[in-house]
């Protein structure tokens, strides 16, 4: 007498029926789609980018792969801002190569991020001092820029509470009566997870084109570029910025997370086009861009005024190095 089937036993020999259904595969939208095409979207309608409307001590961010351009657009913003009525007073350069921007003085570049500490607490005694100064020619001007450049071997870059806390509360070393005053901060990096989560989340603009790698490419868009939940928002956004950045060769999108009530992408995303200029000395004295022998002693990372001395004189501030 044959068993009765039970429904746990397998029908062998029976093929099961294959179901159809007339939604496309390609809908999941938490997904990057690696080694697809993308449908190209109109971005003729985006605008340049205006750097001097950055806001005061900005932490910006530059993320691309190898040679696509990073420095040469940051030497170039650097150009714009020392031609206008926003410049630096003093600009340091952070590189293990020592490479590139050759208009930042000789004096004022470093292999490591050391100096950092002693900078910031110099921005410190400027605004202590200005905000107790009851007359305003008595201020101290002292706007700086530091530019973060091949940093981000190792975990450099993650390990320098500096970095969080500049991008955090970096503004706040500013705000002391003087207009322009703070302390702004360039990081140029070939990866987006060199840098730390937490300065991710609180940079003021991220300057980047296309990016290889489909993982970082993605947690760049999910934290910067993803404005709906609905339905097919991702695939548009995805399709927009595989748009914007290979619209033009060596372009940069200056994703702008500072500016409030984002309804489009229009209203915070705009196009970055360096051209090639002369370079020239960005600031300083002939004698800043003059080689020391002892450059990188570690007595040059501190300046000598912290050690009980005025900060400034005739209302400079005397930066690193002496």
């Known amino acids: 007498m044959p068993q009765a089937s039970t429904l746990s036993e397998p029908k062998t020999g029976v093929v099961p029926p294959v179901r159809t259904s007339s939604v496309p595969t390609d809908t999941n939208d938490t997904l990057p789609k690696t080694g697809s095409s993308f449908e190209r979207v109109d ?14 001590s900005f932490y910006i961010q530059v993320i691309a792969c190898r040679r696509s351009g990073k420095s040469f657009t940051v030497n170039w913003m650097l150009q714009q801002y020392q031609k206008s009525d ?17 208009g930042i003085p000789k004096k004022f570049r470093y292999k490591t991020l050391d100096p950092i500490e002693s900078i910031m607490n110099q921005q410190r005694e400027i605004k202590k001092h200005n905000l107790k100064a009851k007359k305003a020619e008595d201020r101290v001007k002292s706007r700086v820029l530091l530019v973060i450049d ?22 706040h070393l500013g705000n002391d009566g003087v207009d322009g005053n703070g302390l702004s901060v360039f990081v140029l990096s070939q990866s987006v997870t ?22 970082e490419r993605e947690l760049l868009l999910d934290e910067t570029f993803f404005l709906s939940t609905e339905r097919g928002a991702k695939r548009h956004a995805r399709n927009l910025f595989e748009s914007l950045a290979t619209s033009k060769d060596f372009r940069f999108l200056s994703i702008e ?12 995303i705009k196009l970055v086009d360096a051209t090639e200029e002369k370079d020239y000395q960005l600031f300083g004295t002939p004698s800043d861009d003059e080689s020391s022998d002892d450059e990188y002693e570690p007595s040059n990372l501190v300046p000598r005024t912290m050690s009980g001395g005025r900060t400034f004189c005739n209302n400079r501030p005397q930066y690193l190095p002496y």
């Not at 926003?86 to 050759?102: C, N, Q, R």
């Not at 091949?150 to 503004?171: H, I, P, T, Y």
């Not at 989340?201 to 489909?214: G, H, P, Q």
């Open 257 to 268: 997370l500072f500016r409030q009530n984002k309804k489009s992408h229009e209203d915070y």
């Open 150 to 171: 091949d940093c981000a071997s190792g975990d450099a870059m993650k390990s320098c509470k500096q970095l969080e806390e500049l991008a955090l509360n970096g503004r």
């Open 86 to 102: 926003k410049a630096f007073d003093a600009i340091f350069l952070f590189s293990p190569t020592d490479a590139g921007f050759e």
């Open 194 to 215: 060199k840098c730390s989560r937490a300065t991710r989340l609180n940079c003021d603009v991220w300057l980047t084109n296309s990016i290889a790698s489909a993982r």
């Open 43 to 56: 971005v003729s309608h985006f605008r340049s980018v205006d750097i001097l409307d950055y806001p005061v």
